[in-house]
């Protein structure tokens, strides 16, 4: 069954750096999402991508962080100069379609952890 | 702003017994409601996906209900089993992303 792939699955970085989270959503899919979940709190929606563009991006989305399809398979977020309140688990996910009958698909997740 | 909420926070039950779980959602106007599973330090499942035109969805021993105008869904799970365990999250659909309640931890015990 298809799946989305994230790696790595668990991260550790000095505050202050930067970091890539990958992921490889499923091959027909056309919608791309980065999501992130604090300990304890809700899955918060951070940015969707579409064509090669950012769709829509939550407040959370600000200029610390990008996302990038380098190539035809993979879909990265970038956070620069991190902080502690980025740790957290972040999801790629991705739906074949946009809006009505979209069914998102998510990975197991990139563990951040800043210290 | 759209605000999802999931009551309860947190089930026990004995194997074998049918639960239902509630999700509720302030704006109407959503495109889909998708209910998801995951287990501790996991990603998140997919276990099913109700269109806003829609009232049911079911797979296996699972039934989601959808009323849009009243904002309201629930997850029916019959004969529940130990592996029925995890943290049930329901999401709404609001332009292109998903709005989460924080979940509902179900514990089952054999």
């Given amino acids: 069954e298809p799946e989305v792939t994230q790696t790595p699955s668990h991260q550790v970085t000095q505050m202050g750096q930067e970091v890539i989270l990958r992921c490889v959503p499923i091959s027909n899919h056309l919608y791309f999402y980065w999501y992130r979940q604090i300990l304890g709190q809700k899955v918060e929606f951070l940015v969707s991508f579409y064509n090669n563009e950012i769709s829509e991006k939550s407040e959370i989305f600000d200029d610390q962080f990008s996302v990038e399809r380098p190539d035809g398979s993979n879909f990265t977020l970038k956070i620069r100069s991190t902080k502690l309140e980025d740790s957290a688990m972040y999801f790629c996910a991705s739906s074949e379609m946009d809006r009505v009958g979209t069914e998102a698909f998510f990975g197991q997740g990139t563990r951040l952890t800043v210290v | ?110």
Avoid: M
């Fill in chain 2, 1 to 110: 702003k759209q605000e999802v909420t999931q009551i309860p926070a947190a089930l026990s039950v004995p194997e074998g017994e049918n639960l239902v779980l509630n999700c509720s959602f302030t704006d109407s106007a959503i495109y889909n409601l998708q209910w998801f599973r995951q287990d501790p330090g996991k990603g998140l499942t997919s276990l099913l996906l109700i269109q806003s035109s829609q009232r049911e969805q079911t797979s296996g021993r699972l039934n989601a209900s959808l009323d849009k105008s009243s904002g309201r869904s629930t997850l029916y799970i019959a004969a529940s089993q130990p592996g029925d365990s995890a943290t049930y999250l329901c999401a709404v659909q609001a332009g292109t992303a998903l709005i989460f309640g924080k979940g509902t931890t179900l514990s089952v015990s054999s």
